[in-house]
């Protein structure tokens, strides 16, 4: 399945490569970036397997995660995107698409996240419809503003792998 290249003002949202493992893994070694997903930073090996999941979502489910690039430089921003992961947890997502984002710490704070969010929502909107959740720990403000102005709004509190999160929703808009 060919993964559609999705651009906006700043950024270019593109498949993931081979090529991308090393910008990839390094952005998930850093403890700033795990601290609210897994609590540990991520080794080369959890990385690659991450890389290999990314590329095995779309032929599988017809959708997945893009990397995200700045337009002007190609330097990697993050990566956002859309899966279906079966987590286990209660409340279910019943199958519905769930949003994530990904920023390295030098590009935070500068609006991407949004931007790349905002750009694969339109997607979403497009090509899959219904709603679409996330799932966010309830300390990440950062995350969490982001997914409020995608629309994203609460509808649980949960617990995953021993850990606190926050279930939104988005109801795609009529």
Same mark, same amino acid.
């Given at each position: 399945?060919?993964?559609?290249?999705?651009?906006?003002?700043?950024?270019?949202?593109?498949?993931?490569?081979?090529?991308?493992?090393?910008?990839?893994?390094?952005?998930?070694?850093?403890?700033?970036?795990?601290?609210?997903? #897994?609590?540990?930073?991520?080794?080369?090996?959890d990385?690659?397997?991450?890389?290999?999941r990314?590329?095995?979502?779309?032929?599988?489910?017809?959708?997945?995660?893009?990397?995200?690039?700045?337009?002007?430089?190609?330097?990697?921003v993050?990566?956002?995107?859309?899966?279906?992961?079966?987590?286990?947890?209660?409340?279910?997502?019943?199958?519905?698409?769930?949003?994530?984002w990904v920023?390295?710490?030098?590009?935070?704070?500068?609006?991407?996240?949004?931007?790349a969010?905002a750009?694969?929502?339109?997607?979403?909107?497009?090509?899959?419809?219904?709603d679409?959740?996330?799932?966010?720990?309830?300390?990440?403000?950062a995350?969490?503003?982001?997914?409020?102005?995608?629309?994203?709004?609460?509808?649980?509190?949960?617990?995953?792998?021993?850990?606190?999160?926050?279930?939104? #929703?988005?109801?795609?808009?009529?």
């Amino acid at each position: 399945m060919q993964i559609p290249v999705l651009e906006t003002p700043r950024l270019r949202l593109r498949g993931h490569t081979r090529h991308d493992f090393e910008a990839s893994a390094a952005m998930w070694a850093e403890p700033a970036v795990e601290r609210y997903i #897994r609590g540990k930073p991520s080794s080369r090996e959890d990385s690659w397997g991450r890389l290999i999941r990314y590329h095995g979502l779309w032929p599988m489910i017809g959708f997945g995660y893009w990397l995200v690039e700045q337009k002007d430089t190609s330097q990697f921003v993050g990566e956002v995107g859309f899966a279906d992961f079966a987590r286990e947890i209660e409340p279910s997502f019943n199958g519905a698409p769930e949003q994530g984002w990904v920023i390295a710490p030098w590009a935070q704070g500068q609006g991407y996240a949004a931007e790349a969010v905002a750009a694969t929502l339109a997607w979403g909107d497009a090509h899959l419809g219904g709603d679409f959740v996330c799932m966010i720990h309830p300390e990440n403000a950062a995350s969490l503003r982001v997914a409020q102005r995608a629309g994203y709004r609460e509808f649980a509190r949960s617990t995953y792998k021993d850990g606190p999160s926050v279930l939104s #929703r988005r109801t795609r808009p009529s």
